[in-house]
């Protein structure tokens, strides 16, 4: 028997396809294999049957050939969902630019990088594993030294070398990788929320209990983060509620700009659809938002307009009327 858990979390198309093929040959041999995925399409690609977990407690188990991705869903979050990404409003944001990055190179990893952002903007980075769009994404942020490049936000020019300066210009970075990066861990989920914006809950240098409680409620409340207290330590909480913890944290700064590496990663498709439509509201809001996936299905039904990289370049640009696989696939190929 072989148990691969989330075994494409990190893997390309093509690296899945190779996985997908060596799956199909021990099965072949009489190998059972359990494959432990979110992921709809690899669960009724691969598989011929679906067991369920919610919340510790097995469902069931069903036939692929008798049941639906939707069903499998609505058992597995114990409700209804909505369509998966919310609708956009048909046409790509318009108007100036909020936010523009001109000739970024770093010498390694990426080189002659130029994008805009539009108000209220979901924009897509994608490319393969390895493409750079993290390492430019660190570089807008401070996170990672660059060679040359600019930054404007509203027309005009921002100095950023350090995460310190991001923030202040009102630009957060939601980094990949929660658990290392992104929380504390073994502290409260109240101590994370609060730990970008203490000067919000302070007084002559003291936190203020009462005043962190309360923002930190405000932001359970607002994201629907399920927890039985805020003085719980983050680690106890699911995947999807931690993403949410570490985004409040990024919205109690009140960011114009969001660059967000990987939103979903790791999480369950309840928790996906909550955080999608957590960041179309704040699109809606005016927010600029920049989003890097490697998930294709999240990057056309979540962006209005896809930046596509390749070896450290850009090689092209689709638009919301265009938004396909193939031709992202394409430019993510160097095609």
């Keep these: 028997i072989l148990i691969l858990d989330e075994p494409t979390s990190t893997l390309t198309e093509s690296e899945s396809a190779a996985l997908f093929r060596i799956m199909k040959s021990l099965k072949e041999k009489g190998i059972g294999i359990i494959y432990i995925s979110h992921r709809m399409s690899e669960v009724f690609g691969e598989c011929d049957r679906v067991s369920i977990l919610r919340d510790g407690t097995y469902i069931g188990t069903y036939d692929i050939s008798q049941t639906s991705p939707k069903e499998v869903v609505s058992r597995m979050v114990g409700r209804e969902i909505g369509d998966m990404y919310p609708e956009k409003c048909g046409e790509t944001p318009g108007g100036p630019p909020l936010f523009e990055v001109r000739n970024f190179s770093d010498g390694i990893r990426f080189r002659n990088i130029s994008f805009d952002l539009r108000e209220g903007e979901i924009l897509g980075l994608a490319g393969l594993v390895g493409a750079g769009r993290s390492e430019v994404a660190q570089a807008i942020c401070g996170l990672r030294k660059k060679l040359s490049g600019e930054v404007y936000y509203k027309g005009e020019k921002i100095n950023i070398g350090s995460p310190k300066d991001a923030i202040k210009n009102g630009i957060v970075y939601l980094t990949e990788d929660r658990?290392?990066?992104?929380?504390?861990?073994?502290?409260?989920?109240?101590?994370?929320?609060?730990?970008?914006?203490?000067?919000?809950?302070?007084?002559?240098?003291?936190?203020?209990?009462?005043?962190?409680?309360?923002?930190?409620?405000?932001?359970?409340?607002?994201?629907d983060i399920k927890c039985s207290s805020i003085d719980k330590p983050v680690s106890s909480l699911s995947g999807g509620n931690q993403q949410k913890v570490l985004l409040s944290k990024l919205l109690t700064?009140?960011?114009?700009?969001?660059?967000?590496?990987?939103?979903?990663?790791?999480?369950?498709?309840?928790?996906?659809?909550?955080?999608?439509?957590?960041?179309?509201?704040?699109?809606?809001?005016?927010?600029?938002?920049?989003?890097?996936?490697?998930?294709?299905?999240?990057?056309?039904?979540?962006?209005?307009?896809?930046?596509?990289?390749?070896?450290?370049?850009?090689?092209?640009?689709?638009?919301?009327?265009?938004?396909?696989e193939k031709r992202i696939i394409q430019l993510a190929s160097g095609i």
């Design 179 to 223: 658990k290392s990066l992104g929380l504390f861990l073994e502290l409260s989920i109240k101590a994370n929320i609060s730990a970008m914006k203490v000067k919000n809950i302070s007084k002559r240098g003291l936190v203020q209990k009462a005043l962190e409680d309360r923002q930190a409620q405000m932001y359970v409340e607002m994201l």
């Design 253 to 324: 700064v009140k960011p114009k700009v969001i660059i967000m590496d990987e939103p979903t990663r790791g999480i369950d498709v309840g928790a996906k659809a909550e955080i999608h439509r957590l960041l179309r509201n704040l699109a809606n809001e005016g927010t600029g938002i920049i989003m890097i996936s490697s998930e294709l299905p999240e990057i056309i039904g979540m962006c209005d307009r896809v930046i596509v990289m390749h070896e450290g370049v850009i090689n092209g640009e689709v638009g919301l009327q265009e938004l396909n």
